[in-house]
Structure formats: structure tokens, C-alpha cells
């Protein structure tokens, strides 16, 4: 059975990091691209980062750089989002995608995980 699986949030103080992870189960991640999202309550999905096919190459929304980075464990068959300084408007559910394809897929990605929150307080 193809699954994502989030884990790795909860609640931290402003300028806290978490380290998220998105572990697949039934397919290896290492022939797809992966990609984290947000969304907070009342607010419209949010694109964050994604890590490509590709070893080394990876794209951050601009209020992810400098902040967030995004990485693969090929032996774990996971990729991680290491969030720094968190800020309150971070919080939200994070959930991740797996595209066979590319980071920016025309009509969305493959695979969907169900997301694990994140709370930031400031």
C-alpha cells in the first residue's frame, strides 16, 4: 500500500526549529520528487519546499529560505524539512507530496501524506 506519513510537529516557541518527516511506505521516495505544504486554518494551501529527483537540487518559497531546509535519507526512505527560527504565522498543518515527475507537476503531485501541526507561540 503506497502511504506518506508526517511526523514530526507540534508545539514550539518563536524562534524554536522541529524537524519534520515525510516517510513513505509501499514505493521509494528516491525515484520521486518530494515537496512540503502548509495550510493554516482559513487560509489557502501554501507551497514551502521541495527536494527534485535529482540528488542536490532543491527549491524554497521565499519565506522558507534561509530558514527551512529540505533533505532526503535514501537508507530511511524519508525526507526531512528542518524548520529554524519559527515564527507564529508557521504554524499550520504541514503535509507532504511525492510527484514521479518534478517539483512542479501541472496537475498536482502522485501521493499526498495527511500532514502533522504545527504550532509556533510567540
Known amino acids: 500500500q503506497v502511504r506518506l506519513t508526517e511526523s514530526g510537529g507540534g508545539l514550539a516557541q518563536a524562534g524554536d526549529s522541529l524537524r519534520l518527516a515525510c516517510a513513505a511506505s509501499?514505493?521509494?521516495?528516491?525515484?520521486?520528487?518530494v515537496g512540503w505544504f502548509r495550510q493554516a486554518p482559513g487560509k489557502e494551501r501554501e507551497w514551502v519546499s521541495c527536494?527534485?529527483?535529482?540528488?542536490?537540487?532543491?527549491y524554497s518559497a521565499d519565506f522558507a529560505k534561509g530558514r527551512f531546509t529540505i533533505s532526503r535519507d535514501y537508507a530511511k526512505n524519508t525526507v526531512y524539512l528542518q524548520m529554524n527560527s519559527l515564527k507564529s504565522e508557521d504554524s499550520g498543518l504541514y503535509f507532504c507530496?511525492?510527484?514521479?515527475?518534478?517539483?512542479?507537476?501541472?496537475?498536482?503531485?502522485?501521493?499526498y501524506g495527511k500532514g502533522t501541526t504545527v504550532t509556533v507561540s510567540s
Open positions: 507530496g511525492a510527484d514521479a515527475g518534478s517539483c512542479f507537476p501541472d496537475y498536482g503531485m502522485d501521493y
Open positions: 527536494i527534485g529527483i535529482s540528488e542536490g537540487t532543491t
Open positions: 509501499g514505493f521509494s521516495l528516491a525515484r520521486y520528487a
